[in-house]
């Protein structure tokens, strides 16, 4: 018998196997949480039938990315053994996940432990609930993001960050381009945006905060912030079923956007803005984020 670790989570980046070979090796077994999966062994007649037999109506579109009905996440530890934010970098660059020194250098910067809520591991290559029915990212998918990002987030220039939830990814991008920078987050729970300050001011990012050139508001991210604007790169951390027009417009010429799109199949796009106002885009990996919605859509579970 063949057991195989899944995890269905958002925030996370996944590995789509073939669907012939997956076919020939195993079906979903069960769903005892939302999060996780086991798989088995199966004969291929029985595949299909017991797969969608099992499935709860309500937890199918989490099965769905890429181009494969089923698929793992790319999980690199199970943080058992991860108790320090170095330690976690450590790990991201063992994997490949992080080549870029700056992006290692800004994640042992900001400790990872001053964003998750109280009581959860925060090192854990996972993405973790943080209320109103938003998470946090995993480690990995927060690295993928700094690395596309990491030549408009140079010191002097300005991001943004969408539905910046605990404000982990906007403290990050503080520190990256500095005092003489700006750094927006832009997050429609207030709760979350009150409390993703108090997280800052406990990070290194805190004198940015206090100096000005970093700020959280509360707003419809998908309208961008255009007091701020325009931006060298815009990340949005929810995803939408098309390129908000607000965020191209406010995103600068030889700027970036990271933003995943999609409904039901997911992809992470690279938006780039060329110096002559055309756009350029292509898919970096196949993810699954929560949607990019109204406030009132969220708190209703979307």
Known sequence: MMN??????YGC???????KQLLNCTTLLHLPHHHHLR????????ILYSSFNNLKLANFSLLLTGNSLFFRMERFWSGNGINKNKQMVEHLQHYGVISSKKVAEVMETVDRAFF?????????DSPMAIGYNATISAPHMHATCLQLLEENLQPGMRALDVGSGTGYLTACFAVMVGRQGRAVG?????????SSIENIKKSA?????????LSVHAGDGRQGW???????????????????????DQLKPGGRMVIPVGNVFQDLKVVDKN????ISIRGETSVRYVPLTSRDAQLRGY
């Not at 980046?13 to 669907?19: F, K, N």
């Not at 832009?186 to 009150?194: C, D, N, S």
């Not at 110096?275 to 055309?278: K, P, V």
């Open 226 to 248: 255009p007091e701020c604007a325009p931006y060298d790169a815009i990340h949005v951390g929810a995803a939408a079923p098309e390129i908000p027009q607000p965020l191209l």
């Open 275 to 278: 110096l002559d106002g055309s």
């Open 205 to 213: 990012a805190a004198p940015l905060l206090k100096e000005g050139s």
């Open 39 to 46: 798989l088995q062994r199966r004969s291929p007649s029985s």
């Open 186 to 194: 832009v997050e429609h729970i207030p709760e979350l945006v009150a």
């Open 4 to 9: 195989l670790s899944t995890v269905i989570a």
């Open 116 to 124: 998750v809520p109280d009581g959860t591991p925060p090192y854990v």
């Open 13 to 19: 980046r996944y590995c789509t196997p073939p669907i």
